[in-house]
Each structure stands twice: as structure tokens, then as C-alpha cells.
């Protein structure tokens, strides 16, 4: 995809649940997909597979543990960029001053 056909997803992926009627767990794969490619364009970094399993797990309501250095914030964007496809807003939390400056 080009940079702008990647802008275009979130677009697509929006009118898909807002307005089609898909579930976010339909489009789940697909959205993890365009925000992993969207963190490698802009970041230069790409998500290993430990992290998209932890976001997957955080979009399924359950708690994910990870280590400091093993890429806490970059696995937080994959539920946060798929839930917010639906509109009502998400919220990332982090007791850590630094890294809410930070990221």
C-alpha cells in the first residue's frame, strides 16, 4: 500500500463497523495489520508477535504482563487503534509520568 492508500484503511475500517455493521473482532486481524505497518512507517518499529498477542489479549478484556523494554507501548497501540474505529473514544492509563510525556 502506498502512504496514502494506508491512511485510507482507517477510513474504510470506520464505515466497516460504524456504518456495515461488522464487529471489531471482525476486522481485528485486518486492523492490527494496518496499525503495525503504520508503526513501521512512522516509528521504524514493527511489533513482534509476543506484542500483537499481548494486544489481542487486551482487546479480549484480559490483563497482559510484560517486562520493562519488551515494547509495553507499542503493544497498547494495537487495541487502542481497533477500538476506536467504533467512535466512542479509548483511554491508554500509565502511572508512569515519564512515559505519558514520553509517548
Given at each position: ?12 475500517l ?8 461488522e ?56 487495541p ?13 492509563v500509565t ?9
Amino acid at each position: 500500500l502506498t502512504d496514502e492508500e494506508l491512511q485510507a484503511k482507517t477510513d474504510e475500517l470506520k464505515k466497516r463497523v460504524q456504518e456495515d455493521g461488522e464487529s471489531l473482532d471482525d476486522i481485528l486481524l485486518e486492523a492490527f495489520a494496518t496499525a503495525r505497518e503504520a508503526s513501521w512507517r512512522v516509528l521504524g518499529q514493527k511489533h513482534y508477535k509476543v506484542q500483537i498477542m499481548g494486544g489481542a489479549g487486551l482487546h479480549f478484556g484480559y490483563v497482559s504482563e510484560m517486562k520493562t523494554g519488551e515494547g509495553k507501548t507499542l503493544t497498547c497501540v494495537l487495541p487502542a487503534y481497533l477500538n476506536a474505529l467504533s467512535g466512542k473514544g479509548v483511554h491508554v492509563v500509565t502511572v508512569n509520568d515519564y512515559l505519558a510525556k514520553r509517548d
